[in-house]
């Protein structure tokens, strides 16, 4: 019976101090976001919007919403336009898809590689994964949010929703951002990540 409670209480240790690990992790990344928004050097912000700006509203650090995933490549996909918010349509291919659970809920979603990045010098395993959820144009923003992978994630995939950021122009109209294709609508609340922003 005692080893039996060790055993417990040694569970109990390790879960707590990885709890503690992840929501460690989650408020570095946020930490440096905030930093590169407020730095005038590298903010995407208007002047008038930055000299205001704080910090940015993101859900809770939610474990729930960092889940295994099962990714399965799409073979002989065809290069195709992907829409944006202005006339510019970069040229995008289906990489694979990654298949997994929320809440007992089967979902998948679409991965991307873009045909511009794959050619230039650090971006050549950067993959793309735009969606949209339940909370797009309530909570978070309308148009979607984004999140990035490489190619060498996909031997143990992972989807971390708690690091899913805005596109650029949720932030500045003057930028030309990908519209995630409808086929990457998940229809659950991802209750994770960066909110709506705030002007």
């Not at 008038?48 to 729930?64: S, V």
């Not at 708690?162 to 109209?173: G, R």
């Amino acid at each position: 019976m005692k080893h039996l409670l060790l055993l417990f209480f040694l569970f109990l240790m390790f879960e707590n101090q990885a709890q503690s690990d992840f929501s460690v992790k989650i408020k570095h990344h946020r930490d440096s976001i905030n930093g590169a928004f407020k730095d005038s050097s590298t903010s995407i912000l208007d002047k008038k919007y930055r000299e205001k700006f704080t910090e940015l509203a993101f859900y809770p650090a939610n474990e729930k919403f960092r889940v295994k995933a099962k990714f399965k490549a799409i073979k002989k996909a065809k290069v195709f336009e992907m829409k944006t918010t202005t006339k510019r349509l970069p040229l995008y291919k289906a990489y694979g898809k990654l298949y997994f659970e929320i809440d007992g809920k089967a979902l998948e979603l679409t991965v991307y590689q873009s045909q511009d990045l794959k050619n230039k010098e650090g971006y050549e395993d950067y993959l793309f994964i735009p969606f949209t959820d339940l909370t797009s144009g309530e909570e978070s923003y309308g148009g979607g949010r984004y999140l990035d992978l490489r190619i060498k994630d996909l031997k143990n995939p992972v989807i971390d929703f708690n690091l899913c950021y805005n596109p650029y122009c949720a932030y500045n109209a003057k930028y030309s951002c990908p519209i995630p294709p409808a086929e990457n609508f998940l229809d659950v609340k991802i209750e994770a990540g960066v909110k709506a922003f705030e002007k």
